[in-house]
């Protein structure tokens, strides 16, 4: 008869070998001694304290299953300072609850490199690292972490787009805080590219963010590279606009941008080819809702692509400076000689103000307009039409079509460019004119606040 000893020992050990282990570190010596120990599963807790001049790197394989950890032990309270920085490189990790503080570096203070990793409840505060994040790789995401003070030149948060594959990274549910004016190019928030990159596709999701008095250039997000999604996010008391920079076929929908009058404020500046803009709120910006901008004859990279083929519709744009739309922005300027062309301009209502604008400059060959409503100001353009729109204030502050608006159900649908609006509910039967649709659903979108967003250990 076999011993039951003989019987129950593969059973011990295959239940060891598959159990998660949890190792605890110091400091980065430490973390990178463990390294060859690490196995999917694992979890890796850093001591609470300040971290001077350490250089954390977390380099191993996980699993989709089972992905490797590293976390501080109180999040919130391993705090990495002075020349500080925070590498995490190979697949399926997540790194969360640290922070980086007031650092100084030549290159980024975290770098997220290779596949499927992730960064969540970290905050990046202060310091003068060339930039506080630097994204390489695939299927990363970035979620629920706090950006703020930076006053160094170059962009707060780098995406780097690889020519031969889409990043298809997710930037999520993040507070990016204030960031003072650098005075000259280079003060972004957000960087998706370069301008030899903005041919390839990115793919990149950045939704549900927000960006609190990022005031650093014009240029709040600069997006130089191709097929990435800006949704649901909120720019708030921000100098600057969204701004697609360099290549072609961006969304950007459902976003808030709540200037409230502030100096330099703006929506969305349009360069390049077949953008759709859609189900957009814009209310009190001075700089002006969407400039529509003119390209250079044959185009280097590092210049303006002439706007095509871009939509614009079912945006709302209420008590704004303006114009509410620059038809040619830049024109004659660097070079920029051919005015946008066949672009769309379709189901939005502008609110102007009495001091407002709502129009600036000369159209292209072959604009669309048509379905659009205008209230406080004259004009005699062919799909712009004036009325009383008769908007109300909603419980959410913002300002919406009263029931019996002109602009309820008056869209001039194009089948299939929106399935929602701006709260999230589905736009089903006639269609309304701006981002509002009356509709009985639950509303799933709406402004961000810092309770909404970054690490829900960190007091804002």
């Given at each position: 008869m076999q011993s039951p000893h003989r019987v129950l020992l593969p059973l011990i050990l295959l239940y060891t070998a598959s159990s998660a282990?949890?190792?605890?570190?110091t400091n980065a010596a430490e973390l990178g001694a463990l390294h060859a120990r690490l196995q999917p599963g694992d979890t890796i807790t850093l001591a609470d304290g300040t971290w001077a001049d350490q250089a954390?790197?977390?380099r191993t394989r996980g699993t989709a299953e089972k992905p490797i950890t590293l976390r501080a032990a109180t999040p919130g309270a391993v705090v990495l300072t002075g020349k500080s920085t925070l590498v995490i490189d190979g697949?399926?990790?997540?790194?969360s609850s640290l922070v980086v503080k007031g650092g100084d570096g030549p290159a980024e203070g975290i770098a997220i490199k290779g596949a499927h990793n992730r960064l969540t409840e970290s905050a990046m505060i202060g310091g003068t690292y060339k930039h506080f994040l630097r994204m390489w790789g695939t299927d990363s995401r970035v979620d629920h972490c706090y950006f703020a003070g930076k006053t160094s030149g170059e962009p707060t948060f780098q995406v780097e787009v690889d020519q031969a594959t889409p990043n298809r990274h997710r930037i999520d549910h993040n507070h990016f805080g204030p960031r003072p004016p650098l005075g000259r190019n280079g003060g972004e928030t957000m960087r998706l590219g370069y301008s030899g990159q903005s041919m390839w596709n990115s793919r990149t999701l950045v939704e549900q963010n927000l960006f609190d008095r990022c005031d650093g250039e014009i240029e709040i997000i600069s997006s130089k590279?191709?097929?990435?999604?800006?949704?649901?996010?909120?720019?708030?008391?921000?100098?600057g606009m969204l701004t697609l920079r360099h290549g072609n076929r961006c969304v950007i929908e459902g976003n808030f941008f709540l200037g409230r009058g502030k100096k330099g404020s703006g929506g969305v500046r349009v360069i390049g080819e077949d953008h759709v803009i859609v189900n957009n709120y814009i209310e009190g910006v001075m700089q002006g809702a969407f400039w529509i901008t003119c390209g250079v004859p044959h185009s280097q990279l590092v210049q303006y692509f002439q706007a095509r083929r871009c939509t614009i519709a079912f945006n709302t744009v209420v008590d704004s400076q303006g114009p509410y739309l620059e038809l040619d922005a830049g024109i004659n300027g660097s070079g920029r000689l051919l005015r946008p062309a066949e672009i769309t301009v379709?189901?939005?209502l502008f609110a102007v103000p009495p001091q407002g604008t709502l129009l600036k400059g000369t159209e292209g060959e072959y604009w669309r307009w048509a379905g659009n409503f205008v209230a406080g100001a004259t004009t005699d353009h062919t799909g712009l039409t004036i009325a009383e729109l008769k908007l109300v204030r909603g419980a959410d502050h913002l300002w919406r079509p009263a029931a019996d608006s002109p602009a309820r159900g008056a869209a001039d649908e194009k089948p299939g460019l929106v399935k929602t609006d701006i709260d999230g509910q589905p736009r089903t039967g006639k269609l309304d004119a701006g981002c509002d649709q009356a509709a009985d659903a639950p509303v799933v979108n709406r402004p961000l606040t810092a309770a909404d967003v970054g690490p829900a250990w960190l007091k804002r």
């Open positions: 282990a949890e190792f605890r570190a954390v790197v977390l697949e399926w990790l997540v790194v590279s191709c097929e990435n999604i800006y949704r649901a996010n909120t720019f708030l008391d921000c100098a379709a189901n939005n």
